[in-house]
């Protein structure tokens, strides 16, 4: 006979499910140990570079009571975002990050998802509350999808699913209800080392670790200052998907129905010289609620001009 926690277990995954979530993993709401250990000698390397806000909450982060206190289970949850295109090999047309070169920002598409789960979650019982994350709280998601059973931690630091590959989001729910909690799967990047040996820079030092002062999506988004002489961006001027792009469990080519990731028209393989005839403005325009925004224009060009 199905238990309580059975049943509002499949209720909430079937929600998920729903909502055009592809892959729910649940896991108990402790400390993360481990974790908290490698964070922190990561944090004293400084391989953050000057992402300060990762250490400004570090104790939210390896304990996710502090983060809500009734918390009792978090709930991964995945989301397919690659499409059926494809960047140029022309090396005059620079490659902006398939996350990112659709018409809206990911975050305002799945928070929407995201608060109507809730809303359902929370009209199974009275006595329930939740409250959902995406990267954008003290919250770390990979570590919480490997522990849930979304996916393992591949080599590059992403979470990789052994049937649909890498390119998807990652988001949480935290819920004060007990519930029926998946187990972790095995690590299958086994003796590849594929993804390492095609990063440009180096960024990933080791297997399973980056320094994001060499990460070319680093220094293409949250870098605000000049990008070092050293770094040769590889014709990327937004985030950089090397890494996922070799990586044998992407060779399936599983594509979101969602369209708001296939790749905006008016950008999507256009040279150097045809994205830095955009004026601020244009740029402002065409890139209104997309994630290439937060670069702003200043940094666009920085990106463009040194990528060329």
């Known amino acids: 006979m199905p238990t309580e926690k059975n049943i509002m277990t499949v209720k909430i995954k079937n929600i998920c499910i729903n909502q055009g979530f592809f892959k729910i993993g649940i896991s108990e709401a402790e400390t993360l140990n481990e974790d908290k250990i490698k964070l922190q000698t990561w944090l004293a390397e400084g391989r953050n570079a000057d992402m300060h806000w990762i250490s400004d909450n570090f104790e939210k982060r390896t304990d996710i009571k502090k983060v809500r206190e009734d918390a009792i289970s978090v709930i991964s949850l995945a989301y397919l975002y690659d499409t059926p295109f494809e960047h140029s ?10 996350y990112a070169w659709g018409e809206k920002d990911y975050h305002k598409i799945l928070k929407k998802k995201l608060k109507l789960i809730c809303k359902d979650i929370e009209s199974l019982s009275p006595e329930i509350s939740t409250k959902y994350y995406i990267d954008d709280g003290p919250v770390m998601e ?167």
């Open 89 to 98: 090999s022309d090396p005059n047309i620079p490659k902006i990050s398939r």
């Open 142 to 308: 990979k570590h919480w999808a490997v522990k849930s059973g979304v996916g393992w931690m591949g080599k590059h630091t992403n979470v990789i699913d052994p049937e649909t590959g890498s390119f998807f989001f990652l988001s949480e729910i935290l819920i004060n209800a007990e519930l029926e909690y998946d187990e972790p799967i095995k690590d299958l990047c086994g003796t590849c080392k594929i993804c390492i040996s095609a990063c440009p820079t180096g960024a990933i030092y080791e297997p399973y670790k980056l320094d994001a002062n060499l990460c070319i999506s680093y220094q293409t988004i949250e870098n605000k200052n000049e990008i070092p002489d050293y770094i040769d961006l590889n014709g990327w001027i937004f985030g950089c998907d090397i890494c996922q792009d070799v990586c044998p469990y992407n060779k399936r080519k599983f594509f979101t129905e969602d369209k708001n990731f296939y790749p905006k028209k008016n950008i999507f393989n256009k040279t150097y010289e045809e994205l830095l005839n955009l004026s601020e403005e244009e740029f402002n325009k065409e890139f209104e609620g997309t994630p290439v925004r937060r670069t702003k224009y200043t940094g666009w060009r920085r990106n463009l001009l040194k990528s060329n």
